[in-house]
């Protein structure tokens, strides 16, 4: 079984977790909870509005170009704000590249963190840059944004995380369509006492009725997006946790236009004997024959060697933007 190299950030605080288990799930790009990581090149630039260059390594095609910090000002008190006021944008930003030197389109998933004088992360922010071709070089702009008035100042900042996958299987932007119709992606999670719940959401943006019916299709990947062999898939979530009310039978599940469907994936990172399989991305097909959607959740296996999925189960509708459902379908 091949065991990738840990991607997650070593945080995860446990949020409380939902019983029906449905459409929510684990934590890796929340803003502002992950910490910089020992040994990673922080950027740095003296206090200025204009940008600053820089001369950041990068990591995996990724690199800081250029930093704008606002200078020092005294922070505000809550008798001289009002409680609208108790945020304010921290005018700290980072230009950015991301050169593509393989061979296909990727879209890359980074995660930026802004940091303090001390090294302490203050913020994070993640960015999503689609379709770089091969030999290509995007340029774009990532804001710290607002920041309560007792955050330390941000002196400096860092590419934390970067993902990417294969553009023709990334999950499409919540404001597009693909020509299918359908639209699959996770969420960023639930965590308690080393239960862990993604989400999987099946949306149907096109114009004609999707039927699915049973499980999602899965594929587990190691961080250079080969499969990881050894891991049980489960059909529910019954041999992973009993604490979590009955699965539902499968279905099937008609979806109109504007409707969404979603499912879970349910694992415990429990450690014991043995080395612990830590699952980056995961292919999803949404039914037999459907195309198919790589995520990136992070599976922190452990070492229990198995993964449950719950059946797809129909959503609250929920209204959908005309500009969100012109698909093909």
Same mark, same amino acid.
Do not use: F
């Given at each position: 079984m091949r065991r990738p190299a840990d991607l997650r950030p070593a945080f995860a605080a446990p949020l409380p977790l939902m019983p029906a288990l449905a459409a929510t799930a684990v934590l890796l790009t929340a803003c502002g909870t992950e910490h910089a990581e020992a040994g990673r090149t922080d950027v740095r630039a003296s206090a200025s509005r204009d940008g600053t260059r820089t001369d950041d390594p990068g990591k995996d095609g990724v690199r800081i170009t250029s930093l704008t910090l606002p200078p020092a000002s005294p922070s505000p008190t809550r008798d001289s704000v009002s409680a609208d006021e108790l945020t304010t944008d921290s005018g700290a930003s980072a230009a950015y590249e991301v050169t593509n030197d393989g061979t296909e389109a990727w879209t890359y998933s980074v995660v930026f963190t802004f940091v303090s004088g001390d090294g302490g992360a203050v913020a994070n922010q993640t960015e999503t840059v689609r379709d770089v071709g091969p030999g290509q070089t995007v340029r774009g702009t990532v804001r710290a944004g607002r920041l309560p008035p007792t955050a330390p100042r941000v002196t400096g900042a860092k590419v934390f995380q970067v993902t990417k996958v294969p553009a023709g299987e990334a999950?499409?932007?919540?404001? $597009?369509?693909?020509?299918?119709?359908? #639209?699959?992606? =996770?969420?960023?999670?639930? =965590?308690?006492?080393? /239960?862990?719940?993604?989400?999987?959401?099946?949306?149907? @943006?096109?114009?004609?009725?999707?039927? &699915?019916?049973?499980?999602? /299709?899965?594929? +587990? +990947?190691? !961080?250079?997006?080969?499969? &990881?062999?050894?891991? #049980?898939? /489960?059909?529910?979530?019954?041999?992973? $946790? $009993?604490? =979590?009310?009955? !699965?539902?039978?499968?279905?099937?599940?008609?979806?109109?236009?504007?409707?969404? =469907? $979603?499912?879970?994936?349910v694992w415990r990172n429990t450690t014991g004997f043995g080395t612990p399989v830590n699952v980056p991305y995961v292919r999803v097909r949404a039914k037999e024959g459907a195309e198919p959607v790589t995520v990136t959740p992070h599976l922190d296996l452990g070492t229990t060697g198995k993964l449950g999925?719950?059946?797809?189960?129909?959503?609250?509708?929920?209204? @959908?933007?005309?500009?969100? @459902?012109?698909?093909?379908?």
């Open positions: 999950p499409a932007g919540p404001d $597009t369509c693909p020509a299918s119709g359908i #639209r699959v992606s =996770a969420d960023k999670g639930d =965590a308690a006492m080393g /239960l862990r719940v993604v989400g999987l959401h099946l949306d149907n @943006c096109g114009k004609r009725a999707y039927t &699915v019916e049973g499980y999602p /299709l899965l594929q +587990l +990947l190691d !961080d250079a997006l080969r499969p &990881v062999d050894g891991v #049980r898939i /489960l059909h529910g979530s019954g041999g992973i $946790t $009993t604490g =979590a009310g009955p !699965d539902e039978r499968p279905r099937p599940i008609t979806l109109n236009p504007g409707e969404s =469907a $979603t499912a879970a994936l999925v719950r059946p797809w189960e129909k959503a609250e509708r929920r209204p @959908c933007p005309d500009s969100t @459902c012109q698909g093909s379908g």
